[in-house]
Protein backbone atom coordinates (compact mmCIF):
# COMPACT_ATOMS: atom_id res chain seq x y z
CA UNK A 1 0.00 0.00 0.00
CA UNK A 2 2.56 2.34 0.97
CA UNK A 3 3.62 2.44 -3.21
CA UNK A 4 0.53 2.43 -4.27
CA UNK A 5 -1.12 5.93 -6.11
CA UNK A 6 -3.63 7.64 -7.16
CA UNK A 7 -6.88 5.39 -8.64
CA UNK A 8 -10.11 5.91 -10.03
CA UNK A 9 -11.73 8.52 -8.58
CA UNK A 10 -9.11 10.40 -6.81
CA UNK A 11 -8.55 12.58 -10.10
CA UNK A 12 -11.87 14.01 -9.37
CA UNK A 13 -11.89 14.48 -5.32
CA UNK A 14 -8.29 15.44 -4.61
CA UNK A 15 -5.75 15.81 -7.56
CA UNK A 16 -7.43 17.65 -10.31
CA UNK A 17 -10.11 19.42 -7.94
CA UNK A 18 -9.75 23.03 -9.01
CA UNK A 19 -11.40 23.77 -5.34
CA UNK A 20 -8.53 21.71 -3.46
CA UNK A 21 -6.01 23.86 -4.66
CA UNK A 22 -8.16 27.44 -4.19
CA UNK A 23 -7.03 29.41 -1.09
CA UNK A 24 -10.80 29.57 -0.42
CA UNK A 25 -11.68 26.01 -1.46
CA UNK A 26 -12.37 25.14 1.74
CA UNK A 27 -15.15 28.00 1.79
CA UNK A 28 -16.56 26.63 -1.47
CA UNK A 29 -16.97 23.36 0.07
CA UNK A 30 -19.63 24.18 2.61
CA UNK A 31 -21.11 26.71 0.98
CA UNK A 32 -21.21 26.30 -2.83
CA UNK A 33 -23.02 23.08 -5.02
CA UNK A 34 -19.60 23.11 -6.99
CA UNK A 35 -18.69 19.92 -5.45
CA UNK A 36 -20.47 16.13 -7.02
CA UNK A 37 -21.23 15.16 -2.82
CA UNK A 38 -21.83 17.46 -0.21
CA UNK A 39 -19.24 15.95 2.16
CA UNK A 40 -17.47 19.67 3.16
CA UNK A 41 -16.15 18.21 6.47
CA UNK A 42 -14.22 15.50 3.90
CA UNK A 43 -13.24 18.07 1.19
CA UNK A 44 -11.61 20.36 4.01
CA UNK A 45 -9.63 17.73 5.46
CA UNK A 46 -8.26 16.86 1.55
CA UNK A 47 -7.68 20.87 0.99
CA UNK A 48 -5.43 20.72 4.22
CA UNK A 49 -3.54 17.42 3.00
CA UNK A 50 -2.62 18.75 -0.36
CA UNK A 51 -1.07 21.51 1.42
CA UNK A 52 0.50 18.94 3.46
CA UNK A 53 1.41 16.09 0.73
CA UNK A 54 0.85 17.59 -2.56
CA UNK A 55 1.03 15.04 -5.31
CA UNK A 56 2.93 12.71 -3.04
CA UNK A 57 0.34 9.62 -2.12
CA UNK A 58 2.17 7.91 0.82
CA UNK A 59 1.18 10.74 3.01
CA UNK A 60 -2.86 10.30 1.87
CA UNK A 61 -2.34 6.58 2.56
CA UNK A 62 -0.42 6.85 6.25
CA UNK A 63 -3.92 9.04 7.06
CA UNK A 64 -6.22 6.49 5.42
CA UNK A 65 -4.33 3.49 7.63
CA UNK A 66 -3.71 5.38 10.93
CA UNK A 67 -7.86 6.59 10.90
CA UNK A 68 -8.73 2.32 9.98
CA UNK A 69 -6.48 1.64 13.13
CA UNK A 70 -8.01 4.16 15.08
CA UNK A 71 -11.57 3.32 14.06
CA UNK A 72 -10.56 -0.54 15.24
CA UNK A 73 -9.74 0.20 18.98
CA UNK A 74 -12.89 2.58 19.04
CA UNK A 75 -14.87 -0.44 17.60
CA UNK A 76 -13.20 -2.26 20.03
CA UNK A 77 -14.32 0.01 22.98
CA UNK A 78 -17.61 0.40 22.26
CA UNK A 79 -18.15 -3.30 22.23
CA UNK A 80 -16.50 -3.52 25.31
CA UNK A 81 -18.86 -1.50 26.68
CA UNK A 82 -22.28 -3.10 25.34
CA UNK A 83 -20.71 -6.05 27.24
CA UNK A 84 -20.29 -8.07 23.95
CA UNK A 85 -17.75 -10.97 24.24
CA UNK A 86 -14.85 -11.30 21.45
CA UNK A 87 -14.51 -7.64 21.56
CA UNK A 88 -10.83 -7.90 21.02
CA UNK A 89 -10.84 -10.63 18.45
CA UNK A 90 -13.50 -8.11 16.50
CA UNK A 91 -11.66 -5.54 16.40
CA UNK A 92 -8.99 -7.56 15.15
CA UNK A 93 -10.77 -8.87 12.35
CA UNK A 94 -12.28 -5.55 11.44
CA UNK A 95 -9.10 -3.99 11.14
CA UNK A 96 -7.19 -7.00 8.96
CA UNK A 97 -10.47 -7.84 7.06
CA UNK A 98 -9.92 -7.85 3.17
CA UNK A 99 -13.29 -6.08 2.43
CA UNK A 100 -12.03 -3.21 4.24
CA UNK A 101 -8.97 -3.03 1.56
CA UNK A 102 -11.63 -0.93 -0.86
CA UNK A 103 -12.05 1.63 1.56
CA UNK A 104 -8.78 2.23 3.56
CA UNK A 105 -6.59 1.70 0.06
CA UNK A 106 -8.33 3.95 -2.35
CA UNK A 107 -7.83 7.64 -1.22
CA UNK A 108 -11.09 8.96 -2.06
CA UNK A 109 -12.47 6.39 0.12
CA UNK A 110 -10.97 8.89 2.96
CA UNK A 111 -14.68 9.67 3.29
CA UNK A 112 -15.87 6.36 4.63
CA UNK A 113 -12.50 5.84 7.46
CA UNK A 114 -12.89 9.64 8.35
CA UNK A 115 -16.92 8.99 8.95
CA UNK A 116 -16.70 5.88 10.60
CA UNK A 117 -14.17 7.68 12.78
CA UNK A 118 -17.31 10.54 14.13
CA UNK A 119 -19.84 7.68 13.96
CA UNK A 120 -18.11 5.62 16.50
CA UNK A 121 -17.13 8.61 18.27
CA UNK A 122 -20.93 9.43 18.67
CA UNK A 123 -22.00 5.77 19.96
CA UNK A 124 -19.13 6.16 22.56
CA UNK A 125 -20.21 9.61 23.89
CA UNK A 126 -23.96 8.83 23.67
CA UNK A 127 -23.13 5.25 25.86
CA UNK A 128 -21.41 7.43 28.04
CA UNK A 129 -24.59 9.77 28.91
CA UNK A 130 -26.79 6.73 28.90
CA UNK A 131 -24.58 5.81 31.43
CA UNK A 132 -23.89 8.60 33.40
CA UNK A 133 -27.20 11.50 32.80
CA UNK A 134 -24.91 14.27 31.40
CA UNK A 135 -25.91 16.42 29.20
CA UNK A 136 -22.78 17.60 27.38
CA UNK A 137 -22.09 13.62 26.65
CA UNK A 138 -24.94 13.41 24.77
CA UNK A 139 -24.57 17.18 22.63
CA UNK A 140 -21.05 15.76 22.12
CA UNK A 141 -22.53 12.54 20.17
CA UNK A 142 -24.73 14.64 18.36
CA UNK A 143 -21.94 17.11 17.14
CA UNK A 144 -20.08 14.12 16.25
CA UNK A 145 -22.86 12.51 14.17
CA UNK A 146 -22.92 15.59 12.26
CA UNK A 147 -19.50 15.44 11.64
CA UNK A 148 -20.21 11.99 10.37
CA UNK A 149 -22.55 12.68 7.76
CA UNK A 150 -20.76 15.86 6.79
CA UNK A 151 -18.20 13.34 5.78
CA UNK A 152 -20.40 10.58 4.36
CA UNK A 153 -24.24 10.59 4.22
CA UNK A 154 -24.04 6.55 4.73
CA UNK A 155 -23.87 7.48 8.98
CA UNK A 156 -27.22 8.26 8.48
CA UNK A 157 -29.10 5.06 9.75
CA UNK A 158 -27.37 5.96 13.34
CA UNK A 159 -30.60 6.85 15.28
CA UNK A 160 -31.78 3.41 14.27
CA UNK A 161 -28.66 2.21 16.69
CA UNK A 162 -29.21 4.25 19.12
CA UNK A 163 -32.69 2.46 19.69
CA UNK A 164 -31.25 -0.64 19.05
CA UNK A 165 -28.74 -0.31 21.52
CA UNK A 166 -31.51 0.82 24.30
CA UNK A 167 -33.31 -2.29 23.15
CA UNK A 168 -29.58 -4.32 23.48
CA UNK A 169 -29.04 -3.05 27.30
CA UNK A 170 -32.39 -2.87 28.54
CA UNK A 171 -34.71 -5.33 26.73
CA UNK A 172 -36.80 -2.57 25.38
CA UNK A 173 -36.81 1.21 23.99
CA UNK A 174 -39.29 3.43 25.92
CA UNK A 175 -40.60 6.97 25.58
CA UNK A 176 -37.09 8.19 26.78
CA UNK A 177 -35.22 6.43 24.42
CA UNK A 178 -37.48 8.04 21.28
CA UNK A 179 -37.37 11.19 22.53
CA UNK A 180 -33.84 11.55 23.01
CA UNK A 181 -33.52 10.24 19.36
CA UNK A 182 -35.60 13.13 17.68
CA UNK A 183 -32.41 15.66 16.98
CA UNK A 184 -30.44 12.27 15.55
CA UNK A 185 -33.17 11.84 13.27
CA UNK A 186 -33.89 15.52 12.14
CA UNK A 187 -30.02 15.96 11.44
CA UNK A 188 -30.06 12.68 9.28
CA UNK A 189 -33.03 13.73 7.62
CA UNK A 190 -32.33 17.18 6.48
CA UNK A 191 -28.50 16.42 5.99
CA UNK A 192 -29.72 13.37 3.97
CA UNK A 193 -32.17 15.70 1.56
CA UNK A 194 -29.34 17.83 0.89
CA UNK A 195 -26.99 14.48 -0.23
CA UNK A 196 -30.23 13.10 -2.52
CA UNK A 197 -30.61 16.99 -3.92
CA UNK A 198 -26.56 16.36 -4.99
CA UNK A 199 -26.98 12.89 -6.13
CA UNK A 200 -29.52 13.72 -8.52
CA UNK A 201 -28.44 17.64 -9.58
CA UNK A 202 -24.68 17.25 -9.53
CA UNK A 203 -23.15 13.98 -9.70
CA UNK A 204 -25.64 12.11 -11.62
CA UNK A 205 -27.16 14.91 -13.83
CA UNK A 206 -28.85 13.87 -16.92
CA UNK A 207 -27.22 10.30 -16.66
CA UNK A 208 -29.70 7.42 -16.27
CA UNK A 209 -28.35 5.30 -13.44
CA UNK A 210 -31.45 2.61 -12.98
CA UNK A 211 -34.30 1.94 -15.29
CA UNK A 212 -35.94 -0.74 -12.90
CA UNK A 213 -38.91 0.27 -10.87
CA UNK A 214 -40.10 -0.09 -7.39
CA UNK A 215 -40.15 -3.74 -7.14
CA UNK A 216 -36.97 -4.85 -8.97
CA UNK A 217 -35.28 -2.60 -6.13
CA UNK A 218 -36.88 -4.16 -3.57
CA UNK A 219 -35.99 -7.60 -4.58
CA UNK A 220 -33.07 -6.37 -5.43
CA UNK A 221 -32.31 -5.01 -1.69
CA UNK A 222 -32.79 -8.75 -0.50
CA UNK A 223 -29.95 -10.01 -2.93
CA UNK A 224 -27.50 -7.40 -1.81
CA UNK A 225 -27.63 -8.14 1.92
CA UNK A 226 -27.20 -12.10 1.38
CA UNK A 227 -24.23 -10.62 -1.29
CA UNK A 228 -22.64 -8.23 1.50
CA UNK A 229 -22.73 -11.25 4.04
CA UNK A 230 -21.58 -13.64 1.97
CA UNK A 231 -18.31 -11.43 1.17
CA UNK A 232 -18.00 -10.92 4.91
CA UNK A 233 -17.83 -14.83 5.92
CA UNK A 234 -16.06 -15.46 2.64
CA UNK A 235 -13.78 -12.36 1.03
CA UNK A 236 -12.52 -14.17 -1.69
CA UNK A 237 -12.65 -12.86 -5.60
CA UNK A 238 -13.09 -8.91 -4.46
CA UNK A 239 -13.27 -6.26 -6.80
CA UNK A 240 -14.19 -2.63 -7.40
CA UNK A 241 -16.96 -3.56 -10.00
CA UNK A 242 -18.79 -6.53 -9.85
CA UNK A 243 -21.51 -7.54 -12.53
CA UNK A 244 -24.22 -5.68 -12.65
CA UNK A 245 -27.42 -8.14 -11.66
CA UNK A 246 -30.66 -8.09 -14.18
CA UNK A 247 -33.52 -8.57 -11.88
CA UNK A 248 -36.58 -9.91 -12.89
CA UNK A 249 -39.43 -8.15 -10.55
CA UNK A 250 -42.60 -10.50 -12.42
CA UNK A 251 -40.23 -13.59 -11.53
CA UNK A 252 -41.05 -14.86 -8.19
CA UNK A 253 -37.87 -16.62 -7.44
CA UNK A 254 -36.45 -13.16 -7.81
CA UNK A 255 -37.78 -12.08 -4.09
CA UNK A 256 -36.63 -15.18 -2.41
CA UNK A 257 -33.62 -13.72 -0.94
CA UNK A 258 -35.48 -11.32 0.52
CA UNK A 259 -38.44 -13.14 1.78
CA UNK A 260 -35.82 -15.84 3.40
CA UNK A 261 -34.19 -12.34 5.39
CA UNK A 262 -37.38 -11.53 6.57
CA UNK A 263 -37.61 -15.27 8.17
CA UNK A 264 -34.70 -14.86 9.22
CA UNK A 265 -35.32 -12.12 11.34
CA UNK A 266 -38.85 -13.27 12.44
CA UNK A 267 -37.37 -16.71 13.89
CA UNK A 268 -34.93 -14.44 15.61
CA UNK A 269 -37.57 -11.94 17.26
CA UNK A 270 -39.31 -15.56 18.51
CA UNK A 271 -36.06 -16.13 20.64
CA UNK A 272 -35.29 -13.07 21.31
CA UNK A 273 -34.95 -14.18 24.75
CA UNK A 274 -32.39 -16.51 24.11
CA UNK A 275 -29.91 -16.88 21.78
CA UNK A 276 -31.46 -14.69 18.91
CA UNK A 277 -31.07 -11.66 20.95
CA UNK A 278 -27.53 -11.40 20.10
CA UNK A 279 -28.01 -12.42 16.11
CA UNK A 280 -30.94 -10.04 16.22
CA UNK A 281 -28.86 -7.53 17.21
CA UNK A 282 -25.54 -7.90 15.16
CA UNK A 283 -27.25 -8.75 11.96
CA UNK A 284 -29.99 -5.87 12.89
CA UNK A 285 -27.16 -3.21 12.75
CA UNK A 286 -25.82 -4.56 9.44
CA UNK A 287 -29.26 -4.25 7.53
CA UNK A 288 -29.54 -0.70 8.99
CA UNK A 289 -26.54 0.37 8.00
CA UNK A 290 -26.72 -1.30 4.44
CA UNK A 291 -29.97 0.94 4.48
CA UNK A 292 -28.89 3.85 2.43
CA UNK A 293 -27.00 1.92 -0.62
CA UNK A 294 -29.96 -0.94 -1.13
CA UNK A 295 -30.90 0.50 -4.33
CA UNK A 296 -33.87 2.34 -3.02
CA UNK A 297 -32.31 5.46 -3.27
CA UNK A 298 -30.05 6.26 -6.55
CA UNK A 299 -26.81 6.68 -6.50
CA UNK A 300 -23.97 7.23 -9.53
CA UNK A 301 -22.37 4.26 -8.66
CA UNK A 302 -25.16 1.78 -9.86
CA UNK A 303 -24.59 2.16 -13.45
CA UNK A 304 -21.94 -0.07 -12.97
CA UNK A 305 -23.07 -1.99 -10.36
CA UNK A 306 -25.65 -2.72 -7.41
CA UNK A 307 -23.23 -3.54 -5.06
CA UNK A 308 -19.22 -2.26 -4.05
CA UNK A 309 -16.73 -3.69 -1.15
CA UNK A 310 -16.63 0.13 -0.09
CA UNK A 311 -20.49 0.10 1.00
CA UNK A 312 -19.68 -2.71 3.48
CA UNK A 313 -16.96 -0.54 6.15
CA UNK A 314 -19.76 0.32 8.16
CA UNK A 315 -21.93 -2.50 8.09
CA UNK A 316 -19.36 -5.26 8.86
CA UNK A 317 -19.09 -4.12 12.16
CA UNK A 318 -22.60 -6.40 12.74
CA UNK A 319 -21.23 -9.49 11.29
CA UNK A 320 -17.96 -9.57 12.82
CA UNK A 321 -18.78 -8.74 16.34
CA UNK A 322 -20.97 -11.76 15.92
CA UNK A 323 -18.65 -13.85 14.50
CA UNK A 324 -16.39 -12.84 17.52
CA UNK A 325 -18.90 -13.27 19.75
CA UNK A 326 -19.83 -17.12 18.56
CA UNK A 327 -15.99 -18.06 18.42
CA UNK A 328 -15.24 -16.70 21.65
CA UNK A 329 -18.70 -18.38 23.01
CA UNK A 330 -17.17 -21.44 21.52
CA UNK A 331 -13.72 -21.68 23.00
CA UNK A 332 -15.82 -20.86 26.65
CA UNK A 333 -17.05 -24.45 26.15
CA UNK A 334 -13.49 -26.13 26.31
CA UNK A 335 -12.87 -24.33 30.20
CA UNK A 336 -8.80 -24.65 30.70
CA UNK A 337 -8.63 -27.71 28.35
CA UNK A 338 -7.15 -27.61 25.15
CA UNK A 339 -5.62 -24.17 26.30
CA UNK A 340 -2.90 -23.91 23.29
CA UNK A 341 -6.14 -24.53 20.18
CA UNK A 342 -7.42 -20.85 21.01
CA UNK A 343 -4.37 -18.58 20.76
CA UNK A 344 -3.54 -21.26 17.29
CA UNK A 345 -6.93 -20.82 16.09
CA UNK A 346 -6.88 -16.91 16.01
CA UNK A 347 -3.50 -16.87 15.38
CA UNK A 348 -4.49 -18.74 11.97
CA UNK A 349 -7.66 -16.83 11.70
CA UNK A 350 -5.64 -13.30 11.54
CA UNK A 351 -2.84 -14.56 9.53
CA UNK A 352 -5.39 -15.43 6.93
CA UNK A 353 -7.13 -12.39 7.21
CA UNK A 354 -3.91 -10.90 6.76
CA UNK A 355 -2.55 -11.98 4.05
CA UNK A 356 -5.93 -12.11 2.00
CA UNK A 357 -5.80 -8.21 2.93
CA UNK A 358 -2.16 -7.90 1.87
CA UNK A 359 -3.16 -9.72 -1.58
CA UNK A 360 -6.05 -7.54 -1.81
CA UNK A 361 -4.63 -4.16 -1.67
CA UNK A 362 -2.00 -4.65 -4.42
CA UNK A 363 -4.80 -4.31 -6.63
CA UNK A 364 -5.13 -0.66 -5.62
CA UNK A 365 -1.20 0.24 -6.43
CA UNK A 366 -2.21 2.08 -9.44
CA UNK A 367 -4.95 2.67 -12.28
CA UNK A 368 -3.27 -0.16 -14.73
CA UNK A 369 -3.52 -2.85 -12.04
CA UNK A 370 -7.14 -2.14 -11.06
CA UNK A 371 -8.58 -2.34 -14.30
CA UNK A 372 -6.88 -5.25 -15.53
CA UNK A 373 -7.52 -7.07 -12.32
CA UNK A 374 -11.45 -6.16 -12.42
CA UNK A 375 -11.53 -7.21 -16.20
CA UNK A 376 -10.48 -10.29 -15.33
CA UNK A 377 -12.96 -11.12 -12.93
CA UNK A 378 -15.63 -8.86 -14.61
CA UNK A 379 -15.10 -8.98 -18.20
CA UNK A 380 -18.41 -7.54 -18.76
CA UNK A 381 -17.50 -4.23 -17.21
CA UNK A 382 -17.82 -1.47 -19.69
CA UNK A 383 -15.92 1.35 -17.12
CA UNK A 384 -13.15 -0.62 -16.21
CA UNK A 385 -12.21 -1.41 -20.11
CA UNK A 386 -12.95 2.77 -20.28
CA UNK A 387 -10.75 3.50 -17.17
CA UNK A 388 -7.70 0.46 -18.19
CA UNK A 389 -7.66 2.48 -21.70
CA UNK A 390 -7.62 6.03 -20.29
CA UNK A 391 -4.44 4.99 -18.43
CA UNK A 392 -3.07 3.00 -21.48
CA UNK A 393 -3.48 6.30 -23.37
CA UNK A 394 -2.25 8.64 -20.46
CA UNK A 395 1.07 6.06 -21.15
CA UNK A 396 1.63 6.14 -24.70
CA UNK A 397 0.24 2.70 -25.17
CA UNK A 398 -1.88 4.40 -28.23
CA UNK A 399 -2.62 0.77 -29.83
CA UNK A 400 -3.86 -1.09 -26.61
CA UNK A 401 -5.72 1.41 -25.57
CA UNK A 402 -7.47 1.61 -28.99
CA UNK A 403 -8.55 -1.77 -28.35
CA UNK A 404 -9.89 -1.02 -24.65
CA UNK A 405 -11.98 1.87 -25.56
CA UNK A 406 -13.34 -0.36 -28.65
CA UNK A 407 -13.99 -2.91 -26.34
CA UNK A 408 -15.87 -0.38 -24.17
CA UNK A 409 -18.38 0.13 -27.08
CA UNK A 410 -18.87 -2.99 -27.95
CA UNK A 411 -20.38 -3.05 -23.98
CA UNK A 412 -21.80 0.20 -24.14
CA UNK A 413 -22.46 1.85 -27.64
CA UNK A 414 -23.68 4.96 -26.30
CA UNK A 415 -20.89 6.28 -24.02
CA UNK A 416 -19.54 9.57 -25.27
CA UNK A 417 -17.10 10.00 -23.17
CA UNK A 418 -15.32 6.25 -24.97
CA UNK A 419 -15.97 7.54 -28.35
CA UNK A 420 -14.23 10.62 -27.59
CA UNK A 421 -11.30 9.13 -26.10
CA UNK A 422 -11.21 6.83 -28.87
CA UNK A 423 -10.98 9.28 -31.17
CA UNK A 424 -7.94 10.93 -29.45
CA UNK A 425 -6.14 7.55 -29.52
CA UNK A 426 -6.87 7.51 -33.70
CA UNK A 427 -6.06 11.31 -33.97
CA UNK A 428 -2.45 10.24 -32.27
CA UNK A 429 -2.47 6.99 -35.05
CA UNK A 430 -3.00 9.59 -37.85
CA UNK A 431 -6.18 8.29 -38.62
CA UNK A 432 -8.21 11.55 -38.86
CA UNK A 433 -11.39 10.21 -40.66
CA UNK A 434 -11.82 7.61 -38.25
CA UNK A 435 -11.39 9.97 -35.38
CA UNK A 436 -13.73 12.13 -36.96
CA UNK A 437 -16.29 9.75 -36.73
CA UNK A 438 -16.48 9.12 -33.43
CA UNK A 439 -15.55 12.93 -32.12
CA UNK A 440 -19.20 13.16 -33.87
CA UNK A 441 -20.49 10.38 -32.59
CA UNK A 442 -19.58 11.93 -28.99
CA UNK A 443 -21.46 14.99 -30.10
CA UNK A 444 -24.17 13.26 -30.95
CA UNK A 445 -25.04 11.48 -28.15
CA UNK A 446 -23.84 14.26 -25.92
CA UNK A 447 -24.51 17.53 -27.27
CA UNK A 448 -22.93 19.45 -24.23
CA UNK A 449 -19.25 17.85 -24.40
CA UNK A 450 -17.18 21.04 -25.09
CA UNK A 451 -14.01 18.44 -25.09
CA UNK A 452 -15.47 16.09 -28.11
CA UNK A 453 -15.99 19.48 -29.56
CA UNK A 454 -12.52 20.78 -28.99
CA UNK A 455 -11.17 17.75 -30.05
CA UNK A 456 -13.36 17.67 -33.41
CA UNK A 457 -12.21 21.21 -34.48
CA UNK A 458 -8.76 19.63 -33.81
CA UNK A 459 -9.16 16.97 -35.87
CA UNK A 460 -11.18 19.24 -38.48
CA UNK A 461 -7.91 21.72 -38.35
CA UNK A 462 -5.67 18.72 -39.13
CA UNK A 463 -7.44 18.42 -42.68
CA UNK A 464 -7.27 21.76 -43.43
CA UNK A 465 -11.14 22.43 -42.78
CA UNK A 466 -10.38 25.54 -41.04
CA UNK A 467 -13.55 27.22 -41.48
CA UNK A 468 -15.75 24.28 -39.95
CA UNK A 469 -13.10 23.67 -37.10
CA UNK A 470 -13.45 27.21 -36.08
CA UNK A 471 -17.64 26.54 -35.33
CA UNK A 472 -16.32 23.64 -32.96
CA UNK A 473 -13.77 25.57 -31.07
CA UNK A 474 -16.83 28.18 -30.91
CA UNK A 475 -19.40 25.66 -29.56
CA UNK A 476 -16.26 24.13 -27.10
CA UNK A 477 -16.11 27.76 -25.60
CA UNK A 478 -19.73 28.72 -25.63
CA UNK A 479 -19.93 25.07 -23.43
Given at each position: MWHAGFI??????????????????????????????????????????????????????????????????????????????????????????????????????????????????SLLWYLKFDDMGRWRFYWLALGEFLLALLSKIEAAPLPFVLLGIAWWRRGRVDGKDL??????????????????????????????????????????????????????????????????????????????????????????????RTWGKAVLFGLGYAVLMFLPVLGFLNIYFFRYSLVANHWQYFSIIGPVALAAAGITAAFGFFGKRNLWLKPVFYGALLLTLGVLTWRQSRMY?????????????????????????????????????????????????DYAEAHNNLGNALLQKEQVDEAIAHFKKAIEIQPDNAEAHNNLGTALDQKGQLDEAIVYFQKALAI
Open positions: WDDDLLLTENPLIKAHNGWYRFWFTTKTPDYFPVMSSFFWVEWRLWGMNPIGYHVVNVLLHAVNAILFWQLLARLNVPGARLAAAIFALHPVNAASVAWIAELKNTLSLFFFALRRSVPFFAVAFLLGLVSVWFQNHVSIGHDVVRTDNFWSRLAGAGWAVWFYLGKTLLPVNLIPIYPRWQIDPTDALSYVPGLLLLAGFLVMWQYRADDEILWRTTIERNPACWLAHFNLGTALLQKGQVAEAIIQFQNTLAIQP
